[in-house]
């Protein structure tokens, strides 16, 4: 398949790069959104300079719209989002996330902590002419949306979050990867023995050293595999390839990658499979992505590579001890969550539908829904477009009826938690 030469921007789309938060971002933004040409062509004093500061500036009536995207994915998945949001007259900006696409991807894992992510939203906000914005994410996107949320308090009108619900600040003693590592076994750190005994879990593969070169090697593999697979979609024989429970699987890595039980453990990336080989190979793409979809995707991993990406996920144990302060603060603002009934993330890491809701109620104080699609996956606002669509601009519409659009004086600074 040739790949697309420019981004398939959909009509009403507009592309451009700005700098801002120190790193240049690329913008996909619709409606009434327009991105200052002086100050995206220039430095990040200029941009702020450039940028509407004043209250009637800032108070746009309806208010801007975040859209954050996830692992792995590009502001093209919210290419629907985009469209249908500027139709009902809001004005949307879906950035490449930074590490992604057409965005910087700073070498440093202390560059992708939930503090600077939180700030290139604000930033990207600011430079637009907003103080104020309504914020919604999936998977990743919706981590870091419910944590601007926390953060800058003064600036979120109302989130949503799909697939990945917000459950608060963990109260365990140890981050994310530390207490993954206690119950998966310790294939970052651990001595050779530990190692083998050691089991995959996605997190930790992300974080094994030089992940990042085998996810360039195998990406178009691991997009296909992970954006088409599904339990029940009719898929190739002899796959998954990789069948074995273990992080460094005997054989793998040697010989052409081929699983060989009487060979040893390579102990390092290069010995574990991730899942373009554990998961089973679906024998077509999925109704919701087309192969044109797919193939802007990979080109943009293609160009971008996966280290970015991967390095959100590696600040995760940086990321609980920066939000500690944040422990028993609820989410106040009001707030949506939506995902698939079929989602792995919320059925494996979650505990299902029930339990998600649950969780949402415990942690929102304006909880206005928890909608929950039967049939649905992890993509969900590709895959049940209109569906997702249709919550959305419901949520807005009542956030609206309250008032929250209504003129007011806002401040000229927003004051964050951190």
């Not at 100050?39 to 450039?50: F, I, K, R, Y």
């Not at 990207?124 to 994410?137: D, E, R, S, T, W």
């Not at 929950?372 to 949520?395: D, S, T, Y």
Request: glycine fraction near 10%; aromatic fraction near 10%.
């Amino acid at each position: 398949m040739t790949l697309p030469m420019h981004p398939p921007a959909p009509n009403g789309v507009i592309l451009s790069t700005v700098v801002a938060n120190g790193i240049t971002h690329r913008l996909a933004t619709s409606g009434h959104i327009s991105v200052n040409k002086a100050s995206a062509s220039g430095s990040e004093n200029d941009m702020q300079d450039n940028s509407p500061g004043d209250s009637q500036t800032c108070n746009l009536v309806p208010p801007l719209i975040m859209l954050l995207h996830g692992f792995p994915e590009s502001w093209y998945s919210y290419r629907h989002q985009l469209i249908a949001l500027a139709d009902a007259g809001y004005g949307c900006c879906a950035p490449d996330m930074r590490g992604y696409g057409g965005t910087d991807a700073p070498s440093d894992v202390q560059d992708y902590t939930l503090d600077i992510l939180a700030g290139d939203v604000i930033a990207i906000a600011h430079l637009l002419g907003y103080q104020k914005f309504i914020v919604i994410g999936h998977d990743m996107g919706a981590y870091l949306a419910w944590h601007v949320s926390l953060m800058f308090p003064e600036a979120v009108l109302g989130v949503v979050g799909m697939s990945v619900p917000y459950a608060g600040h963990s109260p365990k003693k140890d981050g994310l990867l530390s207490t993954l590592r206690q119950h998966h076994g310790d294939s970052l750190e651990g001595s050779d023995e530990e190692k083998i005994q050691s089991k995959f879990q996605y997190i930790l593969h992300h974080n094994l050293p030089n992940a990042a070169k085998e996810y360039d090697r195998n990406g178009r593999e691991f997009l296909y595999r992970l954006y088409a697979y599904t339990p029940g979609v009719d898929c190739e024989e002899k796959t998954p390839e990789v069948t074995d429970k273990r992080m460094f699987v005997p054989g793998y890595g040697a010989e052409g990658n081929k699983e060989d039980a009487n060979s040893g453990s390579i102990l390092d990336i290069r010995g574990s499979p991730g899942w373009w080989a554990r998961l089973p190979r679906p024998k077509s793409l999925p109704h919701w992505l087309s192969p044109y979809d797919f193939a802007y995707y990979a080109s943009e991993f293609d160009r971008s590579g996966f280290s970015g990406a991967l390095a959100w996920y590696c600040a995760m144990d940086l990321n609980w001890t920066k939000t500690r302060h944040l422990r028993g603060h609820a989410i106040s603002q009001p707030c949506l969550f939506l995902g698939g009934d079929q989602d792995m993330v919320i059925r494996n890491s979650y505990g299902g539908a029930d339990a998600v809701e649950s969780i949402m109620k415990e942690n929102c104080n304006s909880l206005r829904g928890c909608v929950i699609f039967p049939g649905g996956g992890h993509w969900i606002q590709q895959e049940m477009a209109p569906e997702v669509n249709r919550e959305l601009l419901l949520f807005l519409y009542s956030l609206q009826m309250e008032g929250t659009f209504a003129p007011q004086s806002y401040e000229s600074h927003v004051q964050s938690r951190l």
